[in-house]
């Protein structure tokens, strides 16, 4: 990989920095500036490996269908810059706030997972600083080992510096369809049927056990059908949308500009941000074009970690193989009555031993069960336990992204940890990073939720840069 003079300046101030710690044997994180995990902020001086200037985007090459990208380029800005080269990556994860490092290292899907699998897939080639300070060029054929190990690693393996990103043709609109369901059992049939047919992207939510909805799209250039948008504050939130769309049709079509497709869940986080207006404003579309700047996800993301209110709610997202998503709807409806949900299909990994989708199943399903649980008995940390050994033994994986609670023994029974403590202890990372059940593992909180803390959020970023140690 080609980069500029001032990557590899960049590049030379991360590798002083991983030297020094290396020398010293002080274990570090990486400092990125955001996240888009729902974890909760750790607060206290903490040494850090400073990546935040890693932004920008190098190269998008036209002739051979890729892009050079620094990790912390965020999503939407790759898209836009392909997008004007007509080109868009095969896979792009639903907000535009998380950056390509992060969908690498945190294992982002989304609708044309079904074809493409995670973000990593689609990714050709990493730039690395090692723990010892070295950097190497890692792809399918030069250190294949540590190309797959990085996917869903949580920087626990070494820095990247730079991706080069799979490009393919973009299209002007994306055709949608809707199609209505009413049973867990019918909405995973027809998960699997449009999985088998030939569309570029599927998805699903669920409003009821009885209530739901299969999106199919593809991509095109033309067509006479009605066009919907889904940036503007006047538009309407994807997810109610759909709601009233299907609720006078059973099937219906529609154009999507491609960008508002790619990007459709950002205005209320999917369905979250309506729980801000419990109990103080009506739910109405006044209220949410009223409040549309505080209602897009790299808003959310700051009020959520600002206030710890993470604690409250119940927010995974669990990948499942196909022949056990029904007995784990089931599941969840009884000890979490918690609606909407969403559903992804996901190609199944195999070298990237730590990625979600890396099941013993023909196809993985991606259930997020993002909201407010009903009450019942039993503190935050239990009824979250109370997923972790469901998933378990329903034969699936959480995405770390997430709270994490499991025991050490517990963690290292689900991933392999020989193969991966080789690959650390091979590329230098044991001395420097903790590694990926320590980075993802959740700790009590710092202080409780608060309301006001969510409002201070909003206005100074909880990711403000520490002064490392």
């Known amino acids: 990989m080609k980069a500029s003079t001032d990557h590899t300046a960049k590049v030379e101030y991360v590798r002083n920095q991983i030297k020094g ?4 044997k002080e274990q570090v994180r990486i400092y990125h500036g955001s996240t888009n995990s729902t974890r909760p902020f750790q607060s206290g001086l903490q040494r850090s490996v400073d990546v935040s200037q890693l932004n920008q985007i190098i190269e998008i090459n036209t002739n051979e269908g890729y892009a050079l990208v620094e990790p912390n380029v965020p999503l939407d800005t790759l898209v836009a810059a392909t997008l004007a080269q007509g080109l868009v990556p095969p896979m792009v994860a639903e907000f535009p706030g998380i950056t390509v490092g992060g969908a690498v290292q945190g294992g982002s899907g989304e609708s044309s997972s079904c074809r493409w699998g995670l973000f990593h897939d689609s990714c050709l080639e990493y730039e690395i600083v090692l723990g010892n300070g070295d950097v190497v060029v890692t792809n399918r054929k030069q250190h294949a080992d540590l190309f797959w190990g990085l996917a869903c690693a949580y920087g626990s393996l070494g820095v990247m510096t730079l991706l080069k ?36 992207f599927v998805d699903g939510i669920l409003f009821a ?94 009020a959520l970690q600002g206030s710890n209110y993470s604690y409250r709610f119940m927010a995974q997202d669990i990948c499942l193989p196909e022949e056990n998503v029904v007995a784990f709807l089931k599941f969840a409806e009884q000890q979490y009555h918690i609606y909407p949900l969403w559903l992804c299909p996901i190609k199944v990994g195999s070298l990237d031993k730590l990625s979600p989708n890396t ?17 019942a008995a039993g503190s935050f940390k239990t009824r979250n336990r109370q997923l972790e050994a469901a998933v378990r033994g329903f034969g ?31 590329y230098h990372a ?3 990073f903790p590694d990926v059940y320590r980075k993802t593992m959740t700790r009590p909180p710092a202080f409780p939720p608060t309301k006001w803390r969510a409002i201070r959020a909003l206005v100074g970023s909880p990711y403000k840069k520490r002064r490392a140690i």
């Open 430 to 432: 044991s001395r420097v």
């Open 209 to 302: 056990s009885d209530d739901g909805v299969v999106i199919t799209g593809v991509y095109t250039n033309n067509g006479t059908l009605p066009v919907a948008q889904f940036h503007r504050a006047t538009d309407d939130w994807f997810y109610l949308h759909v709601a009233q769309t299907v609720r006078k049709q059973d099937g219906f079509e529609e154009l999507v500009p491609l960008q508002d497709y790619l990007f459709r869940y950002d205005r209320g986080g999917f369905w979250v941000a309506k729980y801000a207006f419990e109990g103080r404003l009506p739910f109405t579309r006044f209220t949410r074009w009223l409040f549309a700047g505080l209602l897009k996800t790299r808003t959310l993301y700051k």
């Open 165 to 200: 990103v799979r490009l393919i043709p973009a299209s002007t609109y994306v055709r949608v369809r809707y199609q209505r369901v009413h049973s867990y059992e019918e909405a995973i049939r027809m998960v699997q049927s449009a999985v088998a047919s030939t569309v570029d």
């Open 21 to 24: 710690y290396y020398a010293r």
């Open 396 to 426: 699936g994986r959480k995405v770390l992204y997430a709270h994490s609670y499991y025991t050490e023994d517990e963690f290292w029974e689900i991933y392999a940890r020989k193969p991966y403590e080789v690959l650390r202890k091979k």
């Open 359 to 375: 099941l013993a199943t023909k196809m993985v399903i991606n259930v997020g069960i993002w909201g407010r649980m009903k009450p």
